[in-house]
């Protein structure tokens, strides 16, 4: 299985950007797919996530109000939709997906904000 990311750049603070990711499998009821990001010197840690119907989103805390996850239902493509962004939301981000017990990774994308 293939993630494609996209969608990473600069902004500054305040502003916005969306991230997609596109994967190369059809999703099915045991699918799930979400975002991590990995800021420089430090560990991947967990954004958001989303069921394989959209009805179902989790997101870190440090997110919360501020970025929205969605698929269209029956899709292979979520987005990571980022708004007020913050210059510690600057991170590498990367795409996640798993069926049932598989899990997969995209190769990352970056967003650099500016203060």
């Known amino acids: 299985v293939q993630l494609q990311a996209s969608g990473g750049g600069l902004v500054q603070a305040g502003g916005s950007l969306r991230l997609s990711c596109t994967a190369s499998?059809?999703?099915?009821?045991?699918?799930?797919m979400g975002w991590f990001r990995q800021a420089p010197g430090k560990e991947r840690v967990f954004v958001a996530s989303i069921g394989w119907n959209g009805g179902y989103t989790n997101y870190a805390d440090s997110v919360k109000g501020r970025f929205t996850i969605s698929r269209e239902y029956g899709s292979s493509t979520v987005y990571l939709q980022m708004d007020r962004l913050k210059p510690e939301d600057t991170a590498v981000y990367y795409c996640?997906?798993?069926?049932?017990?598989?899990?997969?990774w995209g190769q990352g994308t970056l967003v650099t904000v500016s203060s």
């Open positions: 499998r059809r999703t099915s009821s045991n699918n799930g």
């Open positions: 996640n997906a798993f069926w049932g017990t598989a899990a997969y």
